[in-house]
């Protein structure tokens, strides 16, 4: 009697006795899951990445909380009826402790605030552009400018070159004045003195009378000079690596990092005695700033719940009218945070990559599942025999489909486990960052346990389906209209509509114009959307019109190694055109993913390296030659940069180069293909004229012109326009000219470059910075590092690691092909080695049959891959209006990559097949059933 129950109460140990399709189905299994957890982990990765980004980017105090305010002196005026007395007196330092006490009182409660900085200016607010009013005078007499500055812990943020850590003042290398350690100066100011005037006042009757006013100074408010002693010397901030982070929040003030055009103050660091000596000055203008630190980079979701904790205190903070606090202030006390700025960025960062991300794991995830579907229709085919007397005993095909769905849960669970851990684990290699928020996890194994779900119910109602025709085959008429459907024009269907309708803007931006939190370039939706879609019809109609080929009756090979791979190509021309769309699918995918990604690179390097000059400018102060070192490892060339020159009344930035140099280290190739700058830089000029090649701007026109160079000095020069040229400043056109004609004597150069193109930018820094520590890099592949244009790379290159993880599915399906047809195989090949069939004819046989599904597979797919890119190639470049446009890279690397991993699939499937199919005996495949 049946036991009804026994086919399914064992159901999940019966899988094991097919490896071949449990593997598939283990493989298929995790390929889905995989891209499915991958996808919470990735956006949380690059919204960190974002906010770690940022915060090495910009100064310490962003990564807190900062509030800066003015003192100002005070005065009380006594009337005595006939002589009004004003006292002017100065700030004190308990000003300053009543202000802190009251911003710190509203970031108390804050997690992960440090303790608080203080940091104490003379002078202006807004001061970017107004000279500081203290001088320094040395025993000599040497007298000159400087901003005088107070910040706790001085001695941890500048770089000490001589002295110690006593009181005094701390003088910076580039100071004009004859003072070394333990010498004593004199900080002095052009301070307002007292005086006596005569004003207008109201008498007790409310009648304006005139009465006499005295100013008297208040103790220590009357201006004097200061002596101090050198406590030691500095590196100026304008040549000190860490004064970009630790000084660049008072750049605005002191000048640091100046533009050309501007006069440059150094500034001198005093302690907090000498400090409040000259701030006690009744018009000495104090600027408060206090600054409280995170503690590190917070996760995206912590650092969510601060950024609006920060943005509370600094609403609280601005909106506290400053006459209650015990201190005369001007205006109000200015609060900020960027802490909420990073997170919005952050933000709309995950909020770019969600779509394309979410698109393209969609696909990985429909491609994992339609493998698990394959392995359930072999699964149904390898147990026909049994699931036929099954339906014959009454049980339902929903039944046999929960059966395989059984059958497939040790399979399934193992494959998603491995998929997990495997994403898990693999993050710090492929994701941006390694830190993550809490719930990214969660989500994480929410979508693998979804999945999981969807893989076993695929398994299901795959195998049902399969297993239906056991009790009730469809009729071979509606089979064959089936198949002549177009199914092809649904997805093309939709890629056409997803070209039309998707939003082909470059830039997202959030905020309103007046609070933007910025902008994130990314690509279009469609340039991750219409390939998979194109693919998938490319692919189905090199399955339809591989059936229609196999189907034709042809000449038989003359080989009989040709005659078996052709009779089991055609044996089951479904099953082959299957294979063969799963190879066209990734590979088309891969192909159209690298060459993607590296072009979306390549366009952006061009274009940094079009604005900067070159792969890395190294800016001078004075002309210098190049060193023998840097050629050794690169091309460079020497520049002598002017800018807001005029030509022809068109403001331009004027280059004069090395001829002979110059093309090779700009790297212009993208710039420059249609004119030769070399040949046009070298011709004679017309009239005595001084040829010149300018580039850059539609009003710059061919011939004669002026030039007028610094110093009201005009020269003549014959203008050879091209489309544009590298370093452009601002906009402005640039304008190249033989050195041989660069004057002997200019009143202004804004710098002397070295212009360099070298693929060891790391060497070549350590180079300079070893000969030259003051001078200044610009490299162009950090040109765009934290910009805009941040999360494209992350995007396509998240497209090429998920489109070379279907290339699995080439394996897993060549891997149920020989799993499918192995029993078949197996009694064929003991007939045909009865009959005297060599193993190395089988070998070579299967070599035949896999290699050229693979093949071909894989051409339709590289032929798609470029049909793709030539389409999607314009959408690549998300700055059309920049030079040079769309850069197509072709990674020579992977493709070598790509060949060696065909030939190794080819190789190795056929000789495992081979080996297994060869080991069978007589009895053994008289017996086998499948």
Request: charged share 20%; proline share 5%; hydrophobic share 50%.
């Amino acid at each position: 009697m049946l036991n009804r129950s026994r086919p399914w109460v064992k159901a999940p140990l019966l899988l094991f006795k097919r490896p071949g399709v449990a593997i598939a189905l283990a493989t298929a299994t995790m390929v889905a899951v995989l891209p499915a957890a991958g996808t919470p982990l990735l956006l949380s990765a690059s919204q960190s990445a974002s906010m770690q980004q940022q915060f090495d980017d910009r100064c310490d105090e962003v990564s807190g909380f900062e509030a800066r305010t003015m003192l100002l002196g005070d005065m009380s005026l006594t009337n005595d009826g006939t002589v009004a007395t004003r006292v002017l007196s100065g700030s004190t330092p308990e000003e300053v402790a009543a202000l802190a006490d009251k911003v710190e009182a509203e970031i108390a409660d804050i997690d992960g605030i440090g303790p608080i900085e203080r940091t104490l200016t003379l002078g202006s607010l807004e001061s970017s552009e107004d000279a500081p009013n203290y001088y320094l005078t040395d025993p000599s007499g040497q007298r000159e400018r400087a901003f005088v500055v107070y910040r706790d812990g001085v001695l941890d943020h500048i770089e000490p070159l001589s002295g110690d850590s006593g009181d005094g003042v701390w003088i910076p290398d580039d100071l004009k004045i004859s003072a070394e350690a333990g010498d004593a100066v004199t900080v002095s100011t052009s301070s307002m003195k007292a005086y006596t005037d005569q004003q207008m006042v109201l008498d007790e009757d409310g009648n304006m009378v005139p009465i006499k006013v005295e100013d008297t100074f208040a103790p220590g408010a009357e201006a004097v000079d200061v002596d101090m002693p050198v406590a030691g010397t500095y590196r100026t901030l304008n040549r000190n690596e860490s004064a970009s982070k630790d000084w660049c929040y008072l750049q605005d003030m002191l000048q640091y990092d100046a533009m050309p055009e501007l006069t440059w103050y150094p500034t001198v660091m005093v302690d907090e005695e000498n400090f409040w000596t000259l701030a006690g000055q009744w018009d000495a203008e104090v600027v408060v700033i206090l600054r409280y630190d995170l503690a590190g980079v917070p996760a995206v979701d912590e650092a969510g719940k601060i950024a609006s904790e920060l943005s509370d205190a600094v609403e609280a903070v601005q909106v506290d009218a400053v006459a209650t606090y015990p201190v005369q202030v001007d205006e109000s006390v200015t609060a900020h945070a960027s802490l909420p700025r990073f997170f919005d960025r952050a933000t709309l960062i995950g909020d770019t990559l969600r779509v394309p991300v979410s698109v393209v794991s969609t696909a990985a995830v429909l491609i994992g599942l339609c493998i698990v579907a394959a392995g359930a229709v072999l699964w149904v085919r390898r147990r026909r025999v049994e699931l036929a007397v099954l339906i014959g005993r009454g049980v339902s095909p929903s039944m046999v489909g929960v059966k395989g769905a059984l059958e497939a849960l040790p399979a399934v669970l193992f494959g998603g486990a491995v998929g997990y851990a495997l994403c898990q684990y693999s993050t710090r290699f492929w994701a941006p960052s390694a830190v993550l928020d809490r719930t990214a996890s969660l989500w994480a194994l929410l979508f693998t346990a979804s999945v999981l779900v969807a893989a076993l119910l695929t398994m299901g109602v795959a195998s049902s389906r399969s297993a239906a025709r056991f009790a009730e085959p469809a009729p071979a008429g509606r089979r064959r209209l089936v198949g002549r459907l177009p199914w092809e024009l649904v997805p093309a269907g939709f890629a056409v509509v997803a070209w039309f309708l998707m939003d082909d803007s470059t830039i997202v931006t959030a905020g309103e114009a007046a609070d933007r939190i910025g902008q994130v370039e990314q690509l279009p939706g469609r340039v991750f959307l219409v390939p998979l879609l194109a693919a998938a019809t490319f692919a189905m109609l090199v399955a339809r019109a591989a059936r229609w080929w196999w189907g034709r009756t042809r000449r038989e090979p003359k080989q009989f190694s040709g005659f078996i791979a052709a009779a089991r190509i055609r044996r089951d021309r479904a099953a082959s055109a299957v294979m063969l769309a799963a190879i066209t699918v990734p590979t088309a995918l891969a192909g159209y993913a690298i060459v993607a990604s590296a072009s979306v690179g390549a366009t952006i390097d061009a274009q940094a390296r079009s604005e900067i000059g070159a792969e890395m400018v190294v800016d001078f102060d004075e002309a210098t030659p190049i060193l023998d070192e840097i050629a050794a490892v690169g091309t460079a060339t020497p520049v002598t940069r002017i800018d807001n020159l005029s030509l022809n009344r068109i403001q331009v930035s004027v280059l004069y180069v090395d001829v002979a140099t110059f093309v090779q280290a700009s790297d212009t190739a993208d710039l420059l293909a249609e004119a030769d700058v070399t040949e046009l830089l070298g011709r004679p000029g017309s009239d005595g004229a001084i040829p010149v090649v300018a580039g850059g701007s539609d009003l710059l026109t061919d011939g004669i012109g002026t030039l007028k160079l610094p110093g009201s000095t005009e020269a003549e020069v014959d203008v050879a326009v091209v489309s544009d040229l590298p370093g452009k400043r601002r906009g402005h056109p640039v304008v190249l000219i033989s050195d041989e004609y660069l004057p002997a004597e200019l009143s202004r150069v804004n710098a002397h470059q070295w212009w360099i193109s070298t693929s060891e930018v790391a060497t070549v820094s350590a180079i300079v910075d070893g000969e030259y520590p003051e001078a200044g890099i610009r490299l162009a592949g950090e040109r765009y590092t934290g910009s805009p244009k941040q999360a494209l790379v992350g995007s396509m290159d998240y497209l090429l690691w998920v489109s070379l993880l279907t290339a699995v599915v080439v394996v897993v399906g060549i891997l149920l092909r020989l799993e499918s047809r192995s029993a078949a195989n197996r009694r064929a090949f003991v007939m045909m080695r009865r009959m005297g069939l060599r193993g190395r004819v089988h070998w070579l046989a299967l070599l035949r049959e896999i290699g050229s599904l693979l093949i071909v597979g894989v051409t339709c797919g590289v032929a798609t891959a470029a049909v793709l890119v030539a389409v999607m190639g314009a959408d690549f470049d998300v700055d059309a209006i920049r030079a040079p446009g769309t850069v197509l890279s072709m990674p020579n690397q992977s493709v070598a990559w790509l060949i060696a991993a065909i030939l190794i699939t080819v190789l190795a499937s056929a000789w495992l097949a081979h080996s297994r199919i060869a080991a069978a005996k007589p009895s053994e495949v008289l017996r086998d059933t499948g």
